[in-house]
């Protein structure tokens, strides 16, 4: 775009920047001990990368994937899980064997052969105790037993449930399945299988091609990549330190997670701070003054958008949901070591290579395409000519994906649709749901006290919805006592992960809570789901004010308004919203999912605002210091003008990255995938490039209230208003 006087300004920076590098060069210290800092940094940064670099792929050894991680912490399910270990005589974990005939009914030698199928396994490694008796379906056309697995399995565990499944097809004419907690787990440890390696590379690789598309260069890339690498073995590490010692809790997810946020956010950051160090070589700057100039301008946006996603991650540890609470501290540190690694190795490096580092596309004070923004340099004069149409089209466009938010059921995802693809575990569940009564393979459990057994089993029977109740027997054919306390198996008429099962926990417990001198629990799968979705209600009504007012606070702190952080936030508020309705739309007519973890809104709000005002801050961070030159009208276009390409180019590789996350077979992190990456997009190339610049060129001044921009345009307008001519009448 050409704005008046813009050539001047031009030549006036050229003139600042070489009299910067002369004063610089006239400097008494020894030429050569201007090289010492960057030459230390960056002797420092691969000495942390080739020590460090290793613990990316060691974190997965302290990860746990155990139930218990990702419950509330004050639930009355976890209670249960807590208090349900000590009427175990060791620690272990059920599988679940069902065979189901091919030919219609299973014969008494099938049911004989199951037996010995399900006793063969006694004494092999980490197998506890007997086998339980083989029972047969109410239909005659499936078996079912269980066998306990031992959790000092852990990485073991798919390997011990493939043992199990192997000899339960010893059994001629039936079809045979391994379902239950041990084989979810075992589940588990196969989809998380890799995540060292595989979701790296496949993150650094889509990053990689990304960048060399873009920036057409050859070291640049490798270079950011390489910073990257370094703040991820730099933080793996410290994570690793800190779950060894059991500081921090760290599973699947979180690990996931942490790894696509380090390289996501260095990759943004350093190309932000590369983008202005390209400014200024093209303006003729030398390399080590055109560094300083670069960090000094960009360093402090750098670090407000980190902050702002540190801080957002920060209030995680609000949650009562022990998963959300872990990913708090360990995202933080992530956004820590990228902060870091922008922030010092990539200026150091910079400093070195000059405009070595954009070889082939050097850019150069004698090649005016050097640095080309005609594409923002339309889209800002189409901004200057039509502010108000184009920010009410984004409206509309925004207000109708918000129209779909209730499409987004977030009542938890079914058992079935956990695993993405086909799981043993799923199969095994839905063959049992065919053949025996809806929960039978995820009873429910009640605890009560031993006084008041039988007033227990009898209220729970009562309930609506209950098909079964059974005390846990000792030896001796009576109940099992543990420390005055009983434990009761409830099985209940429909599949443990169903809206009717969830109805009748709620029943059960309103029932047995009123048993008198019973203090009985009710936990299980089935009250595990219930308390989550119930933790997560109460997670998103206080995580999300808060994570609202810390970003509303950091924006004040930056931009010197009280008027522009409101309306940026909620910009990126609306953009949430929209996401959420189209992903909705997407997960249920598109992706088969019939609903969400209940988490997943809570982790898209803290990723999508605060990422989203990351780049808002990216945008009017040069706006505010354009327009203190030129005024808001010019200075938000030229702001938009000079930071689109990379601020777009950061957004797109961020949502990339982010969708790596759809490698791991999980609904979880497929619907975090879609939703950030998604939102993220929408953000960049919608809110940033065309609603949020319009509305601040539309407005003018008054978004900047009660800044140094507000009361310059006030008075620029009173003097225009004593310049008009006054008409005399007669």
């Given at each position: 775009m050409t704005c008046p006087g813009f050539n001047v300004r031009l030549r006036e920076i050229h003139e600042s920047a070489r009299r910067y590098s002369t004063d610089w060069e006239g400097m008494s210290a020894p030429r050569a001990a201007r090289w010492i800092v960057p030459v230390v940094l960056v002797l420092?940064?691969?000495?942390?990368?080739?020590?460090?670099?290793?613990?990316?792929?060691?974190?997965?050894?302290?990860?746990?994937?155990?139930?218990?991680?990702?419950?509330?912490?004050?639930?009355?399910?976890?209670?249960?899980?807590?208090?349900?270990?000590?009427?175990?005589?060791?620690?272990?974990?059920?599988?679940?064997?069902?065979?189901?005939?091919?030919?219609?009914?299973?014969?008494?030698?099938?049911?004989?052969?199951?037996?010995?199928?399900?006793?063969?396994?006694?004494?092999?490694?980490?197998?506890?105790?007997?086998?339980?008796?083989?029972?047969?379906?109410?239909?005659?056309?499936?078996?079912?037993?269980?066998?306990?697995?031992?959790?000092?399995?852990?990485?073991?565990?798919?390997?011990?449930?493939?043992?199990?499944?192997?000899?339960?097809?010893?059994?001629?004419?039936?079809?045979?399945?391994?379902?239950?907690?041990?084989?979810?787990?075992?589940?588990?440890?196969?989809?998380?299988?890799?995540?060292?390696?595989?979701?790296?590379?496949?993150?650094?690789?889509?990053?990689?091609?990304?960048?060399?598309?873009?920036?057409?260069?050859?070291?640049?890339?490798?270079?950011?990549?390489?910073?990257?690498?370094?703040?991820?073995?730099?933080?793996?590490?410290?994570?690793?330190y800190l779950a060894k010692n059991d500081l921090v809790t760290v599973d699947g997810q979180v690990q996931g997670i942490l790894s696509i946020l380090v390289i996501g956010a260095s990759t943004d950051y350093a190309l932000l701070l590369s983008a202005r160090f390209r400014e200024e070589l093209a303006l003729g700057t030398d390399r080590l003054p055109a560094v300083l100039t670069a960090w000094r301008r960009s360093a402090g946006a750098i670090v407000a958008s980190g902050g702002t996603v540190a801080l957002g991650l920060l209030a995680l540890l609000l949650s009562d949901l022990s998963n959300n609470r872990a990913l708090g501290p360990v995202g933080a540190l992530g956004i820590a070591c990228a902060l870091l690694s922008a922030l010092t190795y990539l200026p150091a490096v910079l400093a070195l290579l000059g405009r070595a580092a954009y070889w082939p596309a050097r850019p150069h004070p004698d090649r005016p395409g050097s640095s080309r923004h005609g594409v923002w340099e339309r889209i800002a004069r189409l901004i200057d000519r039509h502010p108000r149409r184009?920010?009410?089209?984004?409206?509309?466009?925004?207000?109708?994906?918000?129209?779909?938010?209730?499409?987004?059921?977030?009542?938890?995802?079914?058992?079935?649709?956990?695993?993405?693809?086909?799981?043993?575990?799923?199969?095994?569940?839905?063959?049992?749901?065919?053949?025996?009564?809806?929960?039978?393979?995820?009873?429910?459990?009640?605890?009560?006290?031993?006084?008041?057994?039988?007033?227990?089993?009898?209220?729970?029977?009562?309930?609506?919805?209950?098909?079964?109740?059974?005390?846990?027997?000792?030896?001796?054919?009576?109940?099992?006592?543990v420390d005055g306390r009983a434990l009761v198996e409830v099985t209940l008429s429909g599949t443990a992960d169903s809206d009717a099962a969830r109805q009748t926990v709620d029943r059960l417990r309103d029932r047995l809570h009123g048993v008198a001198g019973a203090d009985a629990l009710v936990g299980g799968y089935t009250a595990q789901q219930v308390d989550t979705q119930a933790a997560a209600e109460r997670d998103r009504k206080v995580i999300v004010p808060v994570v609202l007012v810390i970003i509303v606070g950091?924006?004040?702190?930056?931009?010197?308004?009280?008027?522009?952080?409101?309306?940026?936030?909620?910009?990126?508020?609306?953009?949430?919203?929209?996401?959420?309705?189209?992903?909705?739309?997407?997960?249920?007519?598109?992706?088969?999912?019939?609903?969400?973890?209940?988490?997943?809104?809570?982790?898209?709000?803290?990723?999508?605002?605060a990422l989203g005002v990351d780049y808002n801050i990216f945008l009017m961070t040069r706006a505010r210091e354009e327009s203190l030159r030129h005024g808001v009208r010019s200075g938000v276009l030229r702001g938009l003008t000079v930071t689109g390409g990379v601020i777009t180019s950061a957004g797109v590789v961020l949502a990339a990255t982010f969708a790596a996350l759809v490698v791991i077979p999980l609904a979880f992190l497929v619907q975090i995938a879609f939703i950030v990456a998604f939102g993220v997009l929408l953000d960049t190339l919608l809110v940033r490039s065309l609603l949020v610049p319009a509305l601040v060129r539309d407005a003018g001044p008054t978004v900047w209230w009660p800044g140094t921009l507000y009361r310059r345009g006030r008075e620029a307008k009173q003097v225009r208003e004593l310049e008009q001519p006054v008409h005399v009448g007669r």
């Open positions: 420092v940064w691969l000495g942390i990368g080739g020590t460090l670099g290793p613990y990316a792929g060691k974190l997965g050894e302290v990860a746990t994937n155990e139930q218990s991680s990702f419950l509330p912490s004050s639930a009355e399910s976890t209670r249960v899980l807590e208090q349900q270990n000590a009427f175990q005589q060791e620690n272990t974990t059920p599988a679940i064997v069902v065979w189901e005939a091919r030919d219609g009914r299973i014969t008494p030698d099938q049911r004989e052969a199951a037996g010995r199928a399900l006793a063969s396994l006694q004494g092999s490694p980490f197998i506890s105790g007997p086998a339980s008796p083989v029972i047969p379906s109410e239909d005659g056309a499936a078996l079912s037993g269980v066998v306990q697995v031992s959790s000092e399995a852990g990485e073991e565990s798919p390997k011990i449930v493939d043992r199990i499944r192997e000899a339960a097809e010893q059994v001629p004419g039936t079809g045979a399945h391994v379902g239950g907690p041990a084989a979810t787990q075992a589940d588990f440890s196969d989809a998380f299988a890799g995540i060292d390696t595989l979701l790296v590379l496949v993150a650094l690789s889509v990053v990689l091609v990304i960048l060399l598309l873009v920036y057409r260069s050859v070291l640049l890339p490798l270079l950011i990549i390489l910073g990257a690498v370094f703040a991820l073995g730099f933080a793996s590490a410290i994570a690793y184009i920010w009410a089209g984004c409206l509309i466009v925004l207000l109708a994906g918000a129209a779909f938010m209730p499409q987004l059921r977030t009542d938890g995802v079914p058992l079935s649709e956990t695993f993405v693809g086909e799981a043993s575990s799923v199969t095994a569940q839905e063959v049992l749901d065919d053949h025996f009564p809806g929960g039978s393979g995820n009873p429910a459990i009640v605890l009560a006290d031993a006084s008041a057994l039988p007033q227990t089993i009898s209220a729970a029977e009562q309930v609506q919805g209950v098909s079964g109740v059974r005390p846990r027997m000792a030896e001796g054919d009576r109940p099992l006592v950091i924006l004040i702190a930056l931009l010197r308004s009280l008027a522009m952080p409101v309306l940026l936030v909620a910009t990126v508020a609306l953009n949430y919203l929209a996401t959420l309705g189209v992903a909705g739309l997407v997960f249920q007519h598109i992706l088969g999912f019939t609903g969400t973890d209940p988490s997943v809104a809570l982790y898209g709000f803290v990723f999508l605002v």
